[in-house]
């Protein structure tokens, strides 16, 4: 039998609590990697982190802080970065402003802070990996959550920068970019949730799959649903058709 290619990598993931994170936890020990559990509840990321057994550590608190500590628990470095902790605000236009700070603090700079703390350390033994899970609104959009969307879309466009920028010296850069996974975020979308995402939701394990798949043959873009391709490719074909037909699909869910 092969040995994986993460037998023995050094692993963070954030908000692995649940749904997507404790996934990519579970697959990424399985693969023989030591993986750090993270999230903001203690007792979520101790029962992630005891299901997995020997090769997994919690170390709960905020994303945007916890590259020290999960450094410290892998014995020194990092060699696998998941930017998986995210908020799933809903609100338009007219969503507090501390909605939005905190979308934007959570779904963008926590990654931002992330890459600060790790790409010193990843430039001078030239590899690194980051991982991004942004979601199908980061490309398209999402009706009904303008903050979530808005910040979704500044999370993609820093893993693009970050790939374009450090491909060439050994960093590795995925965005995960799912519809709808059967997580608790789908239920807090509500009935914009169960209108969009709803019909075609996965679980969260074939989410890492597709991750797992994507990282073997190099892929940036990582799509759990493949038709999400043929929707960003539309959308930019053809934008105002696209937008025409997304405000359809909104006035459907006002008046539902």
């Known amino acids: 039998m092969p040995v994986s290619a993460y037998q023995d990598q050094r692993v963070v993931v954030t908000g692995a609590g649940g749904g997507i994170g404790a996934a ?45 500590q999960a450094r410290e628990a892998l014995g020194g470095a990092v060699d696998v970065y998941c930017a998986n902790a995210g908020l799933a605000s809903g609100g338009d236009a007219f969503a507090d402003e501390e909605v939005w700070a905190a979308a934007w603090d959570t779904n963008v700079m926590a990654h931002v802070r992330a890459a600060r703390a ?19 609104a980061g490309l398209l959009t999402m009706i009904g959550a303008a903050p979530y969307s808005v910040s979704k879309h500044g ?37 914009a949730g169960e209108l969009v995402l709803a019909p075609t939701a996965i679980e969260p394990d074939a989410v890492a799959e597709a991750l797992f798949d994507g990282m073997e043959k190099g892929r940036f873009l990582i799509l759990p649903h493949p038709e999400v391709a043929d929707y960003y490719a539309a959308r930019a074909g053809d934008p105002d058709r696209w937008l025409g037909n997304m405000n359809r699909l909104q006035q459907k869910w006002e008046s539902s």
């Open 118 to 136: 790790l790409l010193p350390d990843w430039l001078e033994r030239g590899g690194g990996r980051f991982v991004s899970t942004v979601s199908a």
């Open 155 to 191: 999370a993609l466009a820093f893993a693009e920068w970050l790939s374009l920028t450090y491909r060439h010296r050994g960093v590795q850069v995925h965005a995960i970019c799912p519809q709808g996974v059967r997580t608790d975020m789908l239920t807090a979308a509500g009935s």
């Open 24 to 68: 990519l936890a579970h697959r990424f020990a399985a693969e023989g990697a030591t993986v750090v559990v993270n999230d903001l509840d203690p007792a979520k990321a101790a029962a992630v982190a005891g299901a997995i057994g020997a090769r997994a550590v919690a170390v709960p608190g905020d994303a945007s802080t916890v590259v020290a």
